[in-house]
Each structure stands twice: as C-alpha cells, then as structure tokens.
C-alpha cells in the first residue's frame, strides 16, 4: 500500500558527509511526521532527527549542528544531510513515515559506515 525507500547510504572516510534520501509511494492521503533512525550493531535504536510536515525539527544531540533534516511535501521525500561525520555514526539508517489516517511506515534501511 504504502512504499517507503531510503537511498544514499555507504561507505566514507571520518569527516566525509552524505545525503540519505527516503521517498514514499503509493497510496497516502496524508503525511504528518518523517524521520530518521539509526541502529548500530548491539545498540537500541535511536532517533536521529525528524521533522513535521510544518517543518519543524528536533535532533538528538550526538549530531547537532553536523546533520540537517528537510523535506519535500510536493515529493513526498525527507533527506538527512549527514556533515563531518564520525565513525560512531556507524549503523543502518531507517526512515520512518507517519500518516493520517494514523500509520506508521518504515524503509528497509541503509547502511551508513563511517571508516577512521
């Protein structure tokens, strides 16, 4: 019913940067909050940045002022901009997508490896 693919996801050297890309497809009548998580092997996982369909945003601290989340509601798309990064960014990256009538949609998730 509802389709959710992350792209842009691999391998790069301490500092390098990324751009996550997620698109959701198929039938949606509305999209409220899209978001990025992350899991690192052994690790719960945690939420990374996420963004509503107002536009507003909130980051866990680890990657304040280093990744930035946007949206494009016309593409149904969310990015996260993923700047100086670190090894311990090191995990599978999902993107979740929250609708109305209340749904909650995630990607397969993409691996992000950050090398020292």
């Known amino acids: 019913q509802v389709q959710v693919v992350e792209s842009g996801g691999g391998l790069v050297q301490a500092g390098g940067s990324l751009r996550l890309s997620c698109a959701a497809s198929?039938?949606?009548?509305?999209?409220?909050?899209m978001g990025w998580y992350r899991q690192a092997p052994g690790k719960q996982r945690e939420l990374v940045a996420r963004i509503t369909r107002a536009y507003s945003t909130n980051y866990v601290d680890s990657v304040k002022g280093r990744f930035t989340i946007s949206r494009d509601n016309a593409k149904n798309t969310v990015y996260l901009q993923m700047n100086s990064l670190k090894p311990e960014d090191t995990a599978v990256y999902y993107c979740n997508v929250d609708t109305f009538p209340v749904a909650s949609y995630w990607g397969q998730g993409t691996q992000v490896t950050v090398s020292s």
């Open positions: 198929g039938s949606i009548f509305s999209i409220n909050t």
